[in-house]
Structure formats: structure tokens, C-alpha cells
């Protein structure tokens, strides 16, 4: 299983009362998705978990995921379940809590990695039962079609002046969005710790503060911002890839001279508890899934990388994925 790393409880996440009316209400939605199940096993009937709000990545993920199973014939009835809330460890402790049920798949994937790090969560994903990769998406920078920044040396010129007055917009603390700011703004030549970050549950929240000019710029992934960018109310300025996508007419960051890549993983794990059985039939429903022509469609569509794996190989990736988002966390000081 993975390896243990260190876990501080540095600046956990001001969860409090939020916190707990949150976690209630989505217990009972939870419950309420599952009392719905018929037997059969996850063949049968499966809920996929978004841990975040509607109109984000995970939400996409898991909607995606969702169609392709219908469509491919993989489950006879699959339902999506969205539970929002700290970088979505929330949805990591309810699935951790459903222990033994093989009708769940909870979506995972960096920024998750990042939360668990950032709140010092007591759960984490050696507490659930690894299934498969599925796919890598980037990051964008982005600003307002009506910002001054035509290009991301203006941006940064700007940020270098005034990192404190610079207002950047993402996903959740500790997140991929979080990660990609910190690693800009410390290949920039600023202070990481000097970063004004504000966080959002989801995409649809950082779109309404960069159109109220609330942030300077916003970072998310490139279909949470893909609709805006296309109609040009956004000026797309840098990709976190590390190398052009095709379909994306977006420079990568490296093209502009910054030392910064970050792919986004998308991932299921389910509940711990599982028998050999259990596991396998949900790794056997994530590969169909994955060499389905519905999905090569979904990967085309969203421009995400084919970068599927399951068992061992999967296990092994998580170990080597919570090490290295952990370094990069103790390297910006988040």
C-alpha cells in the first residue's frame, strides 16, 4: 500500500460550522442515492461522487464518466453525486465512511492530493481503495477581455510590482489551481508567500469574480474556462502542459519562458473494505470505460490526455503523486 508521509496540520481550512452543516446535508444525499440500489452489485447500480459544485472539473469528470457508462452499456443505472466542499475532502470522508460499499466511485485526482495536504485532513487516499487513472487535463491562466494584460509578461510585470495587491482566482487551497500559482509566481522571482490567492468551490465562481473584476486573473482548467475563451470574453495568456495541445491555441508557460508544467489527473478510488471481488469488478468497469470509443470521443471533445492505469501501477502512482505534491506544498510554504 502507499507509503506514510509526513502530515502537518498547518492552516487548516476554516471549515467550522460550514464544515459540519455541509457534511450533514450531504450525508443524507448521499444516503438518499444509495438507498435507491436494488442489488445486483455495481453493475447494477453505481453512484459516481463529484466532491465539488456543479459546472467544475471533478463535476465534469464524473457527468462524462457517467454518459459514457450509459452509453456504452458498462452499468445499467449510474447517477452523479456532487458533494462540495475543502478541495474535496469532504466527499474523500464520506466515501471513507461507506465502508464495503462497491457501489460507489469517488472522482479524485491533484487537487484532492493538494487539500488533503493543505488541511491536514485525517483522511486521505491510503484510506480508500485505489481504482484507476482515467485522464490529465491543464491549467490556463486567464484575465478579462477587457483587461489591461494583453500578454502574460504584462501580467507578470504587474504581479512583480504589487504580488499583495494582485488578486489571483482558483479552485480550492492546496489545489492544482493554488499549486500553479505558486509555482508562477516563484519562477516569476517572487515570494510565494506574498501570493494573494483567493478561493473558489468551483469554476462558475471564478468566472464571476474575474467578470467583476474582483481578481486580476484566474487559474482553473481549460474547460472550465474553455466557453469563455471561445467567445472572447476571456484572453487565454498561458497553458501549464509541456508541450502544445492540440485543439488548444493556447502558448504553454514553458514557450514563455517559465520553468512551469502541471497536469491535472483524473482518477476514481471507492470506499475501503472492499473484497477482491469488489475491486476488481469496479477495475474492470473503469477499463471498458476507458477503451470505449464513447470515451476516446470524451477525450477528443475535452482535450484531456489518455493516461489510464489501474492495480499496482495505479497504487504506485499515488504513493509517488502525494510525495510530490507535498514537496512542492513545503517548497511555496502553502
Known sequence: MFTKHPHPRRRPLAAGVYGVVVTVLVSLAVLDAGLGESGGGARNSLTLMAPAAPGGGWDLAARESQ?????????????VVNVPGAAGTIGLS?????????????????????????????????????????????????????????TLDDLLADWRRDPEGTAIGGGSLGGTDHLLAGLLAREAGMDPDLLNYIAYPGGGEVTTSLLSHTVAAGVSGY????????????????????????????????????????????????????????????????????????????????????????GETFEAFLDEETARVHQVIEELGL
Open 94 to 150: 464520506q466515501t471513507v465512511d461507506r465502508a464495503g460499499d462497491a457501489s460507489l466511485l469517488l472522482i479524485t485526482g491533484t487537487v484532492m492530493v493538494g487539500g488533503i495536504e493543505v488541511s491536514g485532513s485525517e483522511d486521505t487516499l491510503r484510506d480508500v481503495t485505489p481504482i484507476a487513472r482515467l485522464a490529465d487535463d491543464y491549467g490556463v491562466v486567464v484575465v478579462p477581455a477587457d483587461s489591461p494584460y494583453r
Open 223 to 310: 474547460n472550465e474556462f474553455s466557453d469563455q475563451i471561445e467567445s472572447g470574453r476571456f484572453r487565454a495568456l498561458g497553458l501549464s502542459a509541456d508541450e502544445r495541445i492540440d485543439g488548444i491555441d493556447v502558448p504553454t508557460l514553458a514557450e514563455q519562458g517559465l520553468d512551469v508544467a502541471l497536469p491535472n489527473w483524473r482518477g476514481v478510488v471507492a470506499p475501503p473494505g472492499l473484497t477482491a471481488e469488489e475491486r476488481a469488478e469496479l477495475e474492470d468497469i473503469a477499463t471498458e470505460l476507458a477503451r470505449s470509443p464513447e470515451w476516446a470521443e470524451v477525450l477528443e471533445r475535452n482535450r484531456w490526455a489518455d493516461t489510464f492505469m489501474t
Open 67 to 79: 454518459q459514457t457508462m450509459r452509453s456504452a452499456g458498462i452499468v445499467n443505472s449510474v447517477q
